[in-house]
T-cell receptor
């Protein structure tokens, strides 16, 4: 069964500093990996995805993520955090085997960027 | 496109009442997903459809929950009878394909059962 783990409930970082939000996954076969962001009282918004190819994926708002197959990780990163980046971040995985289309989310990590 | 549209945005109902949540997916999207979000359990996939056909309903918590998709532009999630523990935010999402395209989420319906 596929699963996603986000080991940190909350990440705190000062504005201007780099940020990392961690994600590890477990699937059969090659994974398709996604990051979403949720602002208060809003739905989830897509940030970026890894399907195949270059392990470093760039997405919206200056975010990027690195796929590491040996460590089964897909950590979200940004070189310089903004206060407006404060939100709830979700990692998600789907697996092509069986082509079920099932997208499974991690439990979410709250990012707090302080001025 | 206006995106995924859910209604109502907020619903407060009494225990035992029937609740119906509605979703209009993005035109041209083949997949539709219903998720539930709570503090305790995070984001749970309840059920999803492909071309209006339910594919996997293993996340539906119990028989009080049912979902339908009578056509490509409309889906409902019904809870009958509702219970306080059903209080959550329910999200609908749609996607063009299955495993390798992103899903687009609606704003959610915040359900409170008193």
């Amino acid at each position: 069964a596929q699963s996603v783990a986000q080991p940190e409930d909350q990440v705190n970082v000062a504005e201007g500093n780099p940020l990392t939000v961690k994600c590890t996954y477990s699937v059969s076969g090659n994974p398709y990996l996604f990051w979403y962001v949720q602002y208060p009282n809003r739905g989830l918004q897509f940030l970026l995805k890894y399907i195949t190819g270059d392990n470093l994926v760039k997405g919206s708002y200056g975010f990027e993520a690195e796929f590491n197959k040996s460590q089964t990780s897909f950590h979200l990163k940004k070189p310089s955090a903004l206060v407006s980046d404060s939100a709830l971040y979700f990692c998600a995985v789907s697996a092509p085997s069986g082509n079920t289309g099932k997208l499974i989310f991690g439990q979410g990590t709250t990012l707090q960027v302080k001025p | 496109d206006a995106g995924v549209i859910q209604s109502p945005r907020h619903e407060v109902t009494e225990m035992g009442q029937e609740v119906t949540l509605r979703c209009k997916p993005i035109s041209g999207h083949d997949y539709l997903f219903w998720y539930r979000q709570t503090m305790m359990r995070g984001l749970e996939l309840l059920i999803y459809f492909n071309n209006n056909v339910p594919i996997d309903d293993s996340g539906m918590p119990e028989d009080r929950f049912s979902a339908k998709m009578p056509n490509a532009s409309f889906s409902t999630l019904k809870i009958q009878p509702s219970e306080p523990r059903d209080s959550a935010v329910y999200f609908c999402a749609s996607s063009r394909s299955s495993v390798n395209t992103e899903a687009f989420f609606g704003q959610g319906t915040r359900l409170t059962v008193v």
